[in-house]
């Protein structure tokens, strides 16, 4: 029994943080994750469109001999790796943008080439780009994502409601890709489901938190949405659940992680996933709020 508590206790230990190398240059598993991550809501969604899932998201009316008709377009397959692409690259530079303005602002205002250089600036050494904010990355992908839905003329709403349901489970690899780069743990536990990291300075038992975020806003989020996805009363509010969900468990989990080295708590007792976490919450009320309020209108 002691020797497995040891070995889980240390699993950390036993990671190696780079998958492979391509011609000397290292790929992390973190990267890997992302890919993954992004495969597995393309699956998702297009299994969704075959099921006959797929919302309406194109309504526009046409003239034939002088008369107007109204054409419906029901989002296909091949529209809907379009849209990923466009939201996923999104997603990376919100994501990228938001840790530097709202976790490292002061260094990257010292280092604006650090925001896009894989290399230290100071011993210019290759470490790759490292530094994602959740809260950008979601901002950055539904911003290029409206943006994808105005030139088109989808309907952004139908296609963000018919996506919020797949997305904690790509966020699951996501999780998992901090967890395997041994970053972002939590804090000092003396619980034996505590793990040890490499990382940590201090050499402190931690509470594993990449691996609560990955199970409670990963699977646990997609196993409560995906039942309701085509039920009458909650498909077209499902962006406005997904971010209360999220928002939800990130507010709880924080009190188990570390906060940032370089911001602490703000306030004395919030960390910065907190604060833009509750930003989010009060969101995302919102838009159930007005949902509702359409509804019934209607």
Known sequence: MQNFLYFYQHIPYHLNP????????????????????????????????????????????????????????KFQNETLLDLMLVAFSGLLIGGRLGYVFFYNFPYYTANPLAIISPYDPVTHQFIGIYGMSYHGALIGALATAWVYTKIKKFDFWSLANFIAPAIPAGYFFGRMGNFFNGELYGRMTDKIWGMYFPSDPYGFLRHPSELYEAILEGIVLFLILWPLRNKEKYKNQMLALYIIGYAVARIGIEFFREPDGQLGFLFGILTMGQLLSFFMLVTGFSLLLVGRKKEKML
Do not use: C, H, T
């Open 18 to 73: 780079v998958a492979f190398s391509v011609f000397g240059l290292p790929v992390d598993w973190y990267s890997l994750m992302y890919i993954v991550g992004f495969l597995v809501v393309y699956l998702i969604l297009a299994f969704r469109i075959r099921r006959g899932e797929s919302p309406e998201i194109l309504n526009f009316k046409f003239k034939i001999s002088n008369k107007i008709q109204n054409k419906n377009y």
